[in-house]
């Protein structure tokens, strides 16, 4: 039995989309193992991902990294000059 979820994360711009999709799509291949595959796509504004696994606790564990990866990049891409910076 295979089982799915879908998320879809919607941005402000095109180009806030395609940051969040360039940074958690170079994870494909690397993540996914013999019982979870993911699958990242932008549509315009949104990047788009689907999880598939073999049981609910893959699924879940599959799910939550990569909100957590999705998160990250949005954190990330957040910052800007005035933020302040780590080290600094």
């Not at 994360?9 to 360039?22: G, K, M, N, P, V």
């Not at 996914?32 to 879940?60: G, K, M």
């Not at 957590?68 to 910052?79: I, K």
Request: glycine share 4%; hydrophobic share 40%.
């Amino acid at each position: 039995m295979s089982h799915d979820a879908l998320f879809q994360f919607e941005y402000e711009s095109d180009e806030r989309a395609l940051l969040i999709f360039r940074s958690v799509d170079q994870e494909i291949g690397e993540i996914d193992d013999d019982r979870s595959q993911t699958t990242v796509e932008r549509e315009e504004n949104c990047v788009v991902i689907r999880v598939s696994a073999d049981d609910l606790v893959a699924l879940r564990a599959a799910m939550n990294t990569w909100q957590t990866l999705v998160g990250v990049a949005e954190r990330v891409s957040g910052l800007d000059e005035s933020s302040p910076s780590i080290g600094r």
